[in-house]
T-cell receptor, first 112, second 114 residues
Framework: GQQVMQIPQYQHVQEGEDFTTYCNSS?????IQWYKQRPGGHPVFLIQ?????EVKKQKRLTFQFGEAKKNSSLHITATQTTDVGTYFC????????????FGKGTKLTVNP | DAGITQSPRHKVTETGTPVTLRCHQT?????MYWYRQDPGHGLRLIHY???????DKGEVSDGYSVSRSKTEDFLLTLESATSSQTSVYFC?????????????FGSGTRLTVV
């Protein structure tokens, strides 16, 4: 079945450093979503990417969808302590599947 | 996110007992989902629903059943709880609108099977 691999599993940074998490799918995706889960909280939807090569920005967060629609990345510029949490990518296969497959997430810790 | 609530928030149950978790949404979302979250496994889909009385299996559906008799309620039942079902369970829902497929998650139910 479809698999979504996410790396790294953990990332510890100093406040002000940049952070990137990568997501790779075994199959071509129709779209990919990104979620953030704060410690002890629930996943919160950040963004959806649909088009090949798409790039979207939300303040210090930059999201990219690969040309082949099999990979994606989330880059945070100048991390802050409020960025702490686990970031998940989630992909939906082409063909209208209702099943969204989540990566295992990247847990980000930020040292002030 | 206040539009989707899960109950109970915490539960401890004994092996072999049936357990029902409830998800209630006030957003009139057509689609609803049950996920479990375990360390090292991320979020795994148990069952989902695409309308009243319309449900389908996810990747880890063994030992679980669901029911959706009303748009707003999606119940997850562990027919005979086992220790391997100790987990955090999240319910989610989404709009049908093409422009927004993001899921809204509930706050989760932490279930411990002893």
């Amino acid at each position: 079945g479809q698999q979504v691999m996410q790396i790294p599993q953990y990332q510890h940074v100093q406040e002000g450093e940049d952070f990137t998490t990568y997501c790779n799918s075994s199959t071509t995706l129709s779209n990919i979503q990104w979620y953030k889960q704060r410690p002890g909280g629930h996943p919160v939807f950040l963004i959806q990417l649909v088009k090949s090569g798409e790039v979207k920005k939300q303040k210090r967060l930059t999201f990219q969808f690969g040309e082949a629609k099999k990979n994606s990345s989330l880059h945070i510029t100048a991390t802050q302590t409020t960025d702490v949490g686990t970031y998940f990518c989630a992909g939906r296969t082409q063909g209208g599947s209702e099943k969204l497959v989540f990566g295992k997430g990247t847990k980000l810790t930020v040292n002030p | 996110d206040a539009g989707i609530t899960q109950s109970p928030r915490h539960k401890v149950t004994e092996t072999g007992t049936p357990v029902t978790l409830r998800c209630h949404q006030t957003e009139n979302h057509r689609y609803m989902y049950w996920y479990r979250q375990d360390p090292g496994h991320g979020l795994r889909l148990i069952h989902y629903s695409y309308g009243v009385k319309d449900t389908d299996k996810g990747e880890v559906s063994d030992g679980y059943s669901v029911s959706r008799s009303k748009t707003e309620d999606f119940l997850l039942t562990l027919e005979s709880a086992t220790s391997s079902q100790t987990s955090v369970y999240f319910c989610a829902s989404r709009e049908q609108a093409i422009a927004n497929y993001g899921y809204t998650f509930g706050s989760g139910t932490r279930l411990t099977v002893v």
